[in-house]
């Protein structure tokens, strides 16, 4: 098994452009998350989905936009990139919804907004 | 949301164990203690997780204090590889894991 697979791992946007970060699990993962993480700070929730076709916002959801066609792939998109968004992104997944299981992350996207 | 509180920096040597402390005083009979880790660049790695009882596995043990408002993560025998930030997490519900600062630990060669 792969486990969670994150591409690319690293990408410059200037500011306005758009792009959509991959995200792609091969475990049959109920549940994905997003994550992003700036310098010295712990991660922090962006979107998340308890199944194929059901997202919710986390904690920091604005400028983000995310949608779950298939269980095993969870892109999250940058409408419009921001400086703001400079940060390192990264992709979870657990087997199901309840707090019992463990999460499974990938290995990150670098993203730099110039 | 419920919280927990690590030192910012523990140091260790290698080959001694590590007990990383963790208290959250304010936990509810329903939030399960998780454990993570980050390696430098790398994404986070799950260690281990727990409701009531101690846990064991290849990785390192999870003590629970009694009255669950504290617990400890244990690794028995420290490697240069252990060094990382070690991140102690209540989950409930959806799990939607709320991250803090964690803990920094130093291994010693």
């Known amino acids: 098994n792969a486990g969670v697979t994150q591409t690319p791992k690293f990408q410059v946007l200037k500011t306005g452009q758009s792009m959509t970060l991959q995200c792609a699990q091969d475990m049959n993962h109920e549940y994905m998350s997003w994550y992003r993480q700036d310098p010295g700070m712990g991660l922090r929730l962006i979107h998340y989905s308890v199944g194929a076709g059901i997202t919710d916002q986390g904690e920091v959801p604005n400028g983000y936009n995310v949608s779950r066609s298939t269980t095993e792939d969870f892109p999250l998109r940058l409408l419009s990139a921001a400086p703001s968004q400079t940060s390192v992104y990264f992709c979870?997944?657990?087997?199901?919804?309840?707090?019992?299981?463990?999460?499974?992350f990938g290995s990150g996207t670098r993203l730099t907004v110039v | 949301d419920a919280k927990t509180t690590q030192p910012n920096s523990m140091e260790s040597n290698e080959e001694e164990p590590v007990h990383l402390p963790c208290n959250h005083s304010?936990?509810?009979?329903?939030?399960?203690i998780h454990w993570y880790r980050q390696l430098p660049s790398q994404g986070p790695e799950y260690v281990i997780h727990?409701?009531?009882s101690n846990v064991n596995n290849r990785m390192a043990s999870l003590a629970i204090a009694e009255d669950r408002k504290s617990s400890t993560l244990i690794l028995h025998r420290a490697t240069l590889r252990d060094a990382a930030v070690y991140y102690c997490i209540l989950a409930w519900g959806a799990q939607k894991l709320v991250f803090g600062q964690g803990t920094r630990l130093t291994i010693n060669p």
């Open positions: 979870a997944s657990s087997l199901t919804i309840g707090p019992g299981y463990g999460y499974t």
């Open positions: 304010t936990i509810s009979g329903t939030d399960y």
């Open positions: 727990g409701l009531t």
